[in-house]
């Protein structure tokens, strides 16, 4: 379980996150969306202690993240997939973790396996790797100490479709094992179909949250307005393709919103 209460961070006079609150359970997969410069890593990087918060607070398990013994057997984390030392192999970063976590080194193989990760490819330096290559041996480290709960950055960032279609399935099964998932992303489509919640942040504020199934419902109840030199032709362009429009006093028309 992971708690965010009322959590702001400042920069002078610049408020990069503002009073953010929300719960991430076990079980689900919680995605953060959000446009670029929203605050999500803030956010993020508040719940693993990397930022201070200026106010407010987030838990882990009930745990600050700083107070959490050997945090890598609880937490894992991708935040930065680049960010490891670039002379190093990928076998060599997973071995180096699994000593500092006190797992045995057999865990390295079994991840490199899991994320699929060829010999060779771990035998590689960082500075080599593709972005996809990269990610996946972020969620190699992740996934390292076999953590209760998942904070991933834009995992999915740099990985083909088939790396986003393994990485769903694994993100899906992991949280019908009991885990905690809360991942960020700026598009949409990447994280409904892996998400059970939503949180949605805007300008650092979020501005909805809720199950999936709800959000949707609530944003097919809205309407969109659109508008047109010649309203009558657009009203009958509307209705050539199947879509309801109630005209206006002015010159436009209301639609509802309809998912495609
Ligand atoms: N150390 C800092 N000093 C000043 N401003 C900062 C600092 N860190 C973040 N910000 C600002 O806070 C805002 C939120 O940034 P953040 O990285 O959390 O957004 P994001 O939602 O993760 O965006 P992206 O999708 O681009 O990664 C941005 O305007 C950013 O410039």
């Known amino acids: ?83 490891q030392h670039a002379g190093r192999t990928g076998q060599e970063i997973l071995r180096i973790g699994a000593r ?11 991840m490199l396996a899991q994320v699929s990760l060829s010999e060779s490819e771990a035998k590689r330096k960082l500075r080599n790797y593709s972005l ?41 099964d992991y949280a019908r094992r009991g885990g905690t998932v809360l991942l960020s992303s700026h598009l949409l489509h990447e994280v409904e179909l892996v998400a059970d919640e939503l949180i949605l942040i805007g300008h650092g504020k979020i501005v909805a949250q809720g199950d999936k199934e709800s959000l949707s419902a609530a944003d097919a109840k809205q309407s969109t307005l659109v508008t047109a030199h010649d309203n009558v032709q657009l009203a009958a362009a509307l209705a050539a393709e199947g879509l309801e429009s109630t005209p206006r006093a002015r010159a436009c028309a209301s639609l509802p919103a309809r998912r495609t």
């Open 100 to 110: 500092t976590m006190d797992l045995p080194s057999s865990r390295v193989d079994e």
């Open 132 to 172: 996809g290559m990269k990610q996946r041996l972020g969620i190699a480290h992740a996934l390292l100490g076999d953590p209760e709960v998942l904070i991933l950055d834009e995992p999915a960032n740099g990985l083909d479709p088939a790396g986003i279609r393994w990485m769903r399935d694994l993100l899906r």
């Open 1 to 83: 379980m992971i708690e965010v209460q009322g959590l702001t961070r400042t920069y002078g006079d610049y408020t990069a996150i503002d009073d953010v609150s929300f719960t991430c359970k076990p079980g689900r997969v919680t995605g953060f969306l959000g446009p670029n410069g929203a605050g999500k890593t803030t956010t993020m990087r508040i719940m693993i202690g990397l930022t201070t918060a200026t106010r407010g607070e987030a838990t882990i398990g009930g745990y600050h993240y700083h107070d959490i013994v050997n945090p890598g057997r609880h937490v894992g984390v991708l935040l930065d997939a680049s960010a």
